[in-house]
């Protein structure tokens, strides 16, 4: 059973930067895709970034230019920088990964718990 837990959330200003981690057990992280979804009050969970196998990745035209997803594989961690916060940004971020490699192609197959990100003045 593969198991995600996010940290890194809390409270920041808009224009600020949060970086949220996402350990993992296992070997999944250097193995497979790896993503972040959030989900915004009363709004459904949107995908946000994904990561491949061989390190290629995607974006949400939203986060594009001010997020960055990349892995440590020694450490089974995957990570999301985030830069520029808007009070848009504000949600609750879950790590995912996948059964398959391609970050194109992604399908989350396992979900970690989640951490709130608020950005408020």
């Known amino acids: 059973q593969v198991q995600l837990a996010e940290s890194g959330g809390g409270l920041v200003q808009p224009g600020g930067s949060l970086r949220l981690s996402c350990a993992a057990s296992?070997?999944?992280?250097?193995?497979?895709?790896m993503g972040w979804y959030r989900q915004a009050p009363g709004k459904q969970r949107e995908w946000v970034a994904t990561i491949g196998s061989g390190g290629s990745t995607n974006y949400a035209d939203s986060v594009k230019g001010r997020f960055t997803i990349s892995r440590d594989n020694a450490k089974n961690t995957v990570y999301l920088q985030m830069n520029s916060l808007k009070l848009e940004d504000t949600a609750v971020y879950y790590c995912s990964a996948s059964r398959g490699r391609s970050s194109t192609w992604y399908s989350p197959d396992y979900w970690g718990q989640g951490t709130q990100v608020t950005v408020s003045s």
């Open positions: 296992g070997t999944i992280v250097s193995n497979n895709a």
